[in-house]
Nanobody, 117 residues
Framework: QVQLVESGGGSVQPGGSLRLSCYAS????????MAWYRQAAGRSRELVAG???????YYPGSAEGRFTVSRDNGKNTMYLQMTNLKPDDTAVYSC???????????WGQGTQVTVVS
């Protein structure tokens, strides 16, 4: 089956770091742009970062340089390195494959990130 699975979430203190992973099974991701989204309680889903098939990143700006998106197509995995985490970063983080395996794209199940003192 085609599936995206996020991992690496957890609870950290403000200023801490986490590295999220999104592993794709049943599909080769090299042809597809991918993205990280997050949704905090009571808020709408927000684009955190995108990345082209070749690894060119896109950042809307809300992370203010604290987040870095990357990918390893050989491992069918996309990453999100998060540093200097803030309480407002608390959210469920989900990965998304653009136009893959169909034009509807594909979502992972999400991983919880909680930033608390």
């Amino acid at each position: 089956q085609v599936q995206l699975v996020e991992s690496g979430g957890g609870s950290v203190q403000p200023g801490g770091s986490l590295r999220l992973s999104c592993y794709a099974s049943g599909i080769t991701i090299s042809s597809y742009a991918m993205a990280w989204y997050r949704q905090a309680a009571g808020r709408s889903r927000e684009l955190v970062a995108g990345i082209s098939p070749g690894g060119v990143p896109y950042y809307p700006g809300s992370a203010e340089g604290r987040f870095t998106v990357s990918r390893d197509n050989g491992k069918n995995t996309m990453y999100l390195q998060m540093t200097n985490l803030k309480p407002d970063d608390t959210a469920v983080y989900s990965c998304y494959m653009v136009n893959g395996p169909t034009a509807s794209g594909l979502w992972g199940q999400g991983t919880q990130v909680t930033v608390v003192s």
